[in-house]
Nanobody, 118 residues
Framework: QVKLVESGGGLVQPGGSLRLSCAAS????????MSWYRQAPGKERELVAA????????NYADSVKGRFTISRDNAKNTVYLQMNSLKPEDTADYYC???????????WGQGTQVTVSS
């Protein structure tokens, strides 16, 4: 059974930091690209950051470049999103995604809420 369990969300003041975690199970973690998406109220879900399975290359949305860092610990089957210098516009539900076109897998977590407000 595939599971992606996010944690680490919460309320933080502008300029603050949070680290999101996504613990994966039920599939071969190293075969999958891992990503974080977010969805703000009334908006479409958007890609925040991705880290690829083979050489660990990364990709970021322009809006978070220089502030967010995605990383993965293959020994722990976990992907992280370090979020610094948070802004009110970062407020959203954040979702973990695991995807492999070769293995035909596309899995989502249940989401964790991030609220940036003073």
């Amino acid at each position: 059974q595939v599971k992606l369990v996010e944690s680490g969300g919460g309320l933080v003041q502008p300029g603050g930091s949070l680290r999101l975690s996504c613990a994966a199970s039920g599939f071969t973690f190293t075969n999958y690209a891992m990503s974080w998406y977010r969805q703000a109220p009334g908006k479409e879900r958007e890609l925040v950051a991705a880290i690829y399975s083979l050489f660990g290359g990364t990709n970021y949305a322009d809006s978070v470049k220089g502030r967010f860092t995605i990383s993965r610990d293959n020994a722990k089957n976990t992907v992280y999103l370090q979020m610094n210098s948070l802004k009110p516009e970062d407020t959203a539900d954040y979702y973990c995604n695991a995807r492999s076109t070769y293995f035909k897998g596309d899995y989502w977590g249940q989401g964790t809420q991030v609220t940036v407000s003073s």
